[in-house]
């Protein structure tokens, strides 16, 4: 995952939680290496925030052009469409559950916060392919009062089950509907409160 902070006053003044932008590069300011032109194509990215004029942006780097994210330099023009999409609903004083794999948890650092500010408590079932694949941890932590770690691949390829806590790591896993769930309560709890199931 690679994180970038664009300038870019009217992106910030319309985003939303829960909204993603496009994002590509100029050709005529991306670097040329061994004969061949870098040039980030239009990406899809998730928006996580703002700070002044500035908007958070958050990248998966799967193939080359997500890959060229991280190569730009300081004060490079970008082009940035959007936002786009529309808006999390976010309720107030409610119970909500949020599903999401690796992409869903880039704009979880901001749905989280905003649900979290607006009285919400917030369950939220993070599903990745591996433990390494976690980025972010403690804003992912902080913007939900329960969260259940799954992975799909297991930690060490063995029969796997979901812990239910918001501070244990590195979690356990699960990969199919029916693992056991143990439940702990708060941050370093130690022992189980009840077990559950998780369907992944």
């Known amino acids: 995952m690679a994180e970038i902070w664009v300038r870019a006053p009217l992106a910030v003044r319309n ?6 932008y496009r994002l590509q590069t100029f050709e005529s300011t991306s670097p040329v290496v061994a004969g061949t032109r870098l040039q980030i194509p239009q990406l899809t990215v998730s928006g996580a925030g703002t700070k002044g004029d500035m908007i958070r942006l958050l990248v998966l780097q799967f193939g080359a052009g997500p890959r060229l994210v991280s190569r730009l330099r300081r004060d490079q023009p ?18 909500v559950m949020v599903v999401a794999g690796r992409w869903g948890a880039a704009v979880m650092l901001d749905i989280g916060a ?9 369950l ?9 694949d976690v980025d972010h941890q403690d ?12 992975d799909r691949l297991g930690a060490d ?3 796997p089950t979901a812990t239910w806590t918001r501070a244990s790591w590195p979690p356990t896993w699960s990969r199919w509907c029916g693992a056991t769930a143990t439940a702990s309560s708060g941050p370093g709890a130690a022992s189980a ?6 369907c992944w």
């Open 15 to 20: 985003f939303r939680p829960g909204q993603f």
């Open 78 to 95: 970008v082009v940035l469409m959007g936002p786009t999409g529309k808006p999390t609903e976010i309720p107030r004083n409610e119970t």
């Open 114 to 122: 905003a649900l979290r500010a607006a009285g919400n408590r917030v």
């Open 124 to 132: 939220y079932v993070a599903a990745f392919a591996r433990a390494d």
């Open 139 to 150: 804003e992912l932590e902080a913007g939900a009062d329960q969260i259940i770690w799954c």
């Open 157 to 159: 390829d063995r029969a």
């Open 193 to 198: 409160s009840r077990t559950s199931t998780v």
